[in-house]
């Protein structure tokens, strides 16, 4: 396994990924099996979200007994205001059963929505006060459209930002240098264009072949399936 680091992060990750979407498919013994098989084989990173229904839950009881130290772990949170943030990071926390959470991301956010993210009594208030009481290491933030990526990459709090990159979307090629340039981690998402793509070797190739995905990359495929 590969390894590289996130950015300005500073955290030493596999840059390939697991996506914790597919968790919703299987059961709490299936996911330990999976953390179990990922340890073994040295992927160190994790995502997953609030909006995932289980997946959080799954993970945290999976990640009990010892493998928690043995993974990155990343969430995100679709809150946009202060209140409604802490309530989540508190949430992730517990389902997480942990007392710390790596990397938490403000999960897909608008243009004007990143705007309310940053106003007074915005979520990056509950991020910046959960970040300084060591509850989350850092902050990142999520993104579909690449208005947001550019948007994301001029806020000086942004540590990370997770963006679609494969075969058929390169439309976040420039920010990804950009990226690169700014020491901001570049987390690629939908690597595999969500399903749509069936060779995954290929799939991968294409992304690793981009030098500003092979230095600061952790390959996350949410689609593949878990087999038990």
Request: contains cysteine; neutral net charge.
């Amino acid at each position: 396994m590969e390894y590289t680091t996130l950015g300005k992060t500073g955290l030493r990750v596999s840059r390939m990924g697991f996506g914790g979407i597919p968790i919703q498919k299987v059961d709490a013994s299936v996911t330990r099996k999976l953390m179990e098989r990922l340890a073994e084989r040295g992927v160190n990173y994790i995502d997953t979200a609030r909006g995932y229904t289980v997946s959080e839950s799954f993970l945290g009881e999976a990640l009990e007994g010892g493998l928690r130290e043995k993974f990155v772990l990343a969430t995100k949170s679709m809150s946009r205001t202060k209140e409604a943030m802490a309530q989540d990071i508190e949430t992730s926390l517990h389902n997480l059963r942990t007392d710390y959470i790596d990397l938490y991301q403000i999960h897909n956010p608008s243009l004007a929505e990143l705007e309310q993210v940053t106003a007074p009594g915005g979520a990056l208030e509950a991020l910046l006060e959960a970040k300084a009481a060591g509850r989350i290491g850092h902050i990142g933030v999520t993104a579909h459209m690449a208005s947001v990526f550019e948007k994301a990459l001029t806020m000086d709090w942004v540590e990370t930002v997770m963006f679609p990159y494969n075969i058929v979307e390169t439309q976040g090629e420039a920010l990804m240098q950009r990226c690169r340039e700014l020491n901001v981690g570049f987390i690629c998402m939908k690597p595999m264009a969500g399903g749509a793509l069936e060779d995954a070797r290929l799939a991968l190739r294409f992304i690793r072949q981009n030098e500003n995905v092979k230095r600061n990359i952790t390959n996350h495929n949410k689609y593949r399936k878990i087999e038990e």
